[in-house]
């Protein structure tokens, strides 16, 4: 390393943050107070201690699932048959007759004054209102969403609303593990990963499908794919889906027929079929929001928006009762073939009228089972058309029932690995994965090429949010410091009169542009000062450049990533680090700067832009 008067090169730009710490003139070479790029471990006992209240809060998470589902029915019971009870019923055998069509009105208006005077959150299917406090808010959902969302769910459905439970269940979830993270001292990390904990337990215990349960938690709301969170998440999902089995014995969600694995025609079309049901997702996604978009319009205030679109659900609803309330044995008479041909497809189209209005209307209620619903209708007619025009094909109306309900989810919500295995473990039938896969995929390309953003995050995007679902390796993570932090360094002695190193400032020799300087003293690295500490301040005359190191250095060790160091420039705010060794930490081999970390970038930018034939050229060398 050479003094001003030497040969110098890059030190760095930027501008480093006042010290709060002085170094005293006696203190001499030390790095007692150094600061170095922490080693963070993939897993601690944080974790552990996180992992435990997720399986605490499944349990709960669980027993809510129970709770909602019976709240349901006591409402359902008292609404269509005048009875006070619990016991598992449909809408669809009331005896109302026209006056049907007047509860989902007093259902909606109920639930309109409970998100005027309780909640407005309460409003929606809950999923994009979860991801937008994980994304905004740090994880923290009001508590009384604790059990306002739930109930406005069980009135909305109860009263004949055509939403699936799943929705305000996992909302329920989320709401208490956020509610948890608020109570306990936690990270905002660790308060997300107790969000989408609860959340993806709530999906568990509804559907017994724990793995796409943890999928689904990836892909929409925790942003990122690490240990400390997909670990808590996972036992939460475990221990839910074990709830379940406790209540409900361990029959799947939605029994089918087996299957027979699919020819290679076969095959293709439900690859097509997936594309087909993927354009019909981007259609149904827009049709809500331009409801939604028409209620806006409207001349009376949003609390009543609910009871309209009530109005909608009741005059359906007397056309066909199957439409109202969850519809769950609607999918599995879909997916079994028992539910087939004209009478199928107009009462998906019903159903799709009735649950886009009542949506848009901003009630509350769920939005998978009516999209497994209209997925697997149009699948099913789809495939028997298919089936009439090309029988050698050798189509499987069931198959194409089961790709399409996966395929709407996948398209609409654009988490395309939950869809696959969703419909797997909801059915268990190994032998639909194939054409799931395809479809799903296919149904994923369509929506991706049409619409921006999904029915998940279009609400977010409206409200000027951005939100970002693809997942990819940190740039900085992958390169380590001693790519582009070794090289010669212009340090200044310690001793050195402060005099001499400003008149050498104003000589314009080489270095003299750089902003910052490793201090040293025999060789050992005793600080770090900028060019405004050694021009700025008390005339120059009797001292040395130690007067002005304010603390003790903090640097990035040569094998660590540029994400560490990275990272601590933002903790101690400052523009460079020096560059030691870990074996020798007081000597300096080099430096980095924020412009560094800015370069790293470029080979990310390379990779993603630049075209080239990979045949026959040399491999970059590392750090290239």
Same mark, same amino acid.
């Given at each position: 390393?050479?003094?001003?008067?030497?040969?110098r090169?890059?030190a760095?730009?930027?501008? #480093?943050a006042?010290?709060?710490?002085?170094?005293a003139?006696?203190?001499?070479?030390?790095?007692?107070?150094?600061?170095?790029?922490?080693?963070v471990?993939?897993?601690?006992?944080?974790?552990?201690?996180?992992?435990a209240?997720a399986?605490?809060?499944?349990?709960?998470? /669980?027993?809510?699932?129970?709770g909602? $589902?019976?709240?349901?029915?006591?409402?359902?019971?008292?609404?269509?048959?005048?009875?006070?009870?619990?016991?598992?019923?449909?809408?669809v055998?009331?005896?109302?007759?026209?006056? =049907?069509?007047?509860?989902?009105?007093?259902?909606s208006?109920?639930?309109?004054v409970?998100?005027?005077?309780?909640?407005? @959150?309460?409003?929606?299917?809950?999923?994009p209102?979860?991801?937008?406090?994980?994304?905004?808010?740090?994880?923290?959902i009001?508590?009384?969403?604790?059990f306002?969302?739930p109930l406005?769910?069980?009135?909305?459905? /109860?009263?004949?609303?055509p939403?699936g439970?799943? !929705?305000?269940?996992?909302?329920?979830?989320?709401?208490?593990?956020?509610?948890?993270?608020q109570?306990?001292?936690?990270?905002?990390?660790?308060?997300?990963?107790?969000?989408?904990?609860?959340?993806a337990?709530?999906?568990?215990?509804?559907?017994?499908?724990?793995?796409?349960a943890?999928?689904?938690?990836?892909?929409?709301?925790?942003?990122?794919y690490?240990?400390?969170?997909?670990?808590?998440?996972?036992l939460?999902?475990?221990t839910?889906? !074990?709830?379940?089995?406790?209540?409900?014995?361990?029959?799947?969600?939605? @029994?089918?027929?087996e299957?027979?694995?699919?020819?290679?025609?076969?095959?293709?079309?439900y690859?097509?079929?997936?594309a087909?049901?993927?354009?019909?997702?981007?259609?149904?996604?827009?049709a809500?929001?331009?409801?939604?978009?028409?209620?806006?319009?409207?001349?009376?205030?949003?609390?009543w928006?609910?009871?309209? *679109?009530?109005?909608v659900?009741g005059?359906?609803?007397?056309?066909?009762?199957?439409?109202?309330?969850v519809?769950?044995?609607n999918?599995e008479?879909?997916?079994s073939?028992?539910?087939?041909?004209?009478?199928?497809?107009?009462?998906?189209?019903?159903?799709f009228?009735?649950?886009?209005?009542?949506?848009?209307?901003?009630?509350? $209620?769920?939005?998978?089972?009516?999209?497994?619903?209209?997925g697997?209708?149009?699948?099913?007619?789809?495939?028997?058309?298919a %089936?009439?025009?090309?029988?050698g094909?050798?189509?499987?109306?069931?198959?194409?029932?089961?790709v399409?309900?996966?395929?709407i989810?996948? *398209?609409?919500?654009?988490?395309?690995?939950?869809?696959?295995?969703?419909?797997?473990?909801?059915t268990?039938?190994?032998?639909?994965l194939?054409?799931?896969?395809?479809?799903?995929?296919? @149904?994923?390309?369509?929506?991706?090429?049409? %619409?921006?953003?999904?029915?998940?995050?279009?609400k977010?995007?409206?409200?000027?949010?951005?939100?970002?679902t693809?997942?990819?390796?940190?740039?900085?993570?992958?390169?380590?410091?001693?790519?582009?932090?070794l090289k010669?360094?212009?340090?200044?002695?310690?001793?050195?009169?402060?005099?001499?190193?400003? @008149?050498? +400032?104003?000589s314009?020799?080489?270095?003299?542009?750089?902003?910052?300087?490793?201090?040293?003293?025999?060789?050992?690295?005793?600080g770090?000062?900028?060019?405004?500490?050694? =021009?700025? $301040?008390?005339?120059? #005359?009797?001292?040395?450049?130690?007067?002005?190191?304010?603390r003790?250095?903090?640097?990035?060790?040569?094998?660590?990533?540029?994400? #560490?160091?990275?990272?601590?420039?933002?903790?101690e705010?400052?523009?460079?680090?020096?560059?030691?060794?870990?074996e020798?930490?007081?000597?300096?081999?080099?430096?980095?700067?924020?412009?560094?970390?800015?370069?790293?970038?470029?080979?990310? +930018?390379?990779?993603s832009?630049?075209?080239?034939r990979?045949?026959?050229?040399?491999?970059?060398?590392?750090g290239?």
């Open positions: 390393m050479e003094r001003p008067e030497a040969s090169v890059e760095g730009q930027g501008e #480093e006042r010290a709060r710490l002085p170094v003139p006696s203190m001499g070479p030390t790095l007692a107070g150094m600061r170095a790029p922490a080693t471990d993939v897993v601690d006992r944080r974790v552990v201690f996180i992992s209240l399986v605490v809060l499944a349990v709960a998470a /669980g027993l809510v699932a129970q909602l $589902g019976a709240l349901i029915h006591l409402f359902t019971n008292i609404a269509f048959f005048g009875r006070f009870s619990t016991a598992e019923v449909s809408p055998n009331h005896s109302l007759g026209a006056w =049907v069509i007047v509860v989902p009105v007093v259902g208006l109920i639930v309109g409970m998100a005027r005077y309780g909640s407005r @959150a309460i409003r929606g299917h809950g999923i209102e979860a991801m937008e406090q994980v994304l905004y808010n740090q994880s923290r009001p508590p009384r969403m604790t306002l969302k406005s769910a069980a009135v909305a459905i /109860g009263t004949g609303g939403f439970a799943e !929705g305000p269940i996992i909302a329920t979830g989320g709401a208490l593990g956020s509610l948890l993270g109570v306990l001292r936690v990270t905002a990390d660790e308060r997300k990963a107790l969000l989408a904990a609860g959340a337990a709530g999906m568990a215990a509804t559907f017994g499908a724990p793995v796409s943890v999928l689904l938690a990836v892909e929409l709301l925790l942003f990122e690490r240990p400390r969170s997909v670990i808590p998440v996972a939460a999902t475990a839910a889906t !074990g709830v379940r089995l406790a209540f409900e014995g361990s029959a799947p969600a939605f @029994a089918m027929p299957l027979a694995l699919p020819g290679g025609a076969a095959l293709a079309f690859i097509v079929l997936g087909v049901v993927g354009l019909a997702s981007t259609l149904a996604t827009r809500v929001y331009a409801i939604e978009d028409a209620f806006e319009k409207l001349p009376v205030h949003w609390m928006w609910p009871a309209l *679109g009530g109005l659900v005059v359906v609803g007397w056309w066909s009762p199957r439409t109202l309330g519809g769950y044995t999918i008479d879909i997916l073939g028992r539910f087939v041909g004209t009478a199928m497809l107009v009462f998906c189209a019903l159903k009228v009735s649950w886009s209005v009542a949506l848009g209307s901003g009630t509350s $209620g769920g939005t998978l089972a009516p999209l497994f619903t209209l697997g209708g149009l699948g099913s007619g789809l495939g028997l058309l %089936m009439r025009l090309a029988p094909l050798g189509v499987d109306l069931r198959v194409a029932a089961l399409g309900m996966a395929a989810f996948a *398209g609409a919500s654009r988490a395309l690995l939950a869809s696959v295995v969703f419909a797997f473990e909801t268990r039938q190994p032998l639909g194939l054409p799931l896969l395809g479809g799903c995929a296919a @149904a994923y390309l369509v929506s991706a090429l049409l %619409m921006r953003h999904s029915i998940m995050t279009e977010l995007a409206r409200r000027g949010g951005r939100v970002l693809e997942y990819g390796v940190d740039a900085l993570g992958q390169v380590l410091v001693r790519e582009v932090g010669p360094v212009v340090t200044l002695d310690a001793d050195q009169s402060l005099e001499s190193v400003r @008149a050498w +400032l104003l314009d020799a080489a270095g003299t542009r750089h902003q910052g300087f490793p201090v040293v003293k025999e060789g050992a690295l005793l770090v000062v900028t060019r405004r500490d050694l =021009v700025d $301040g008390q005339a120059p #005359e009797g001292r040395c450049v130690r007067d002005v190191v304010r003790p250095p903090s640097v990035a060790y040569e094998d660590s990533s540029l994400r #560490e160091a990275a990272d601590l420039m933002v903790e705010g400052v523009g460079r680090l020096p560059v030691v060794r870990r020798t930490p007081s000597s300096v081999v080099g430096i980095i700067t924020r412009s560094d970390l800015l370069g790293a970038h470029r080979r990310r +930018l390379e990779n832009r630049r075209r080239e990979g045949l026959g050229g040399p491999l970059p060398a590392r290239a």
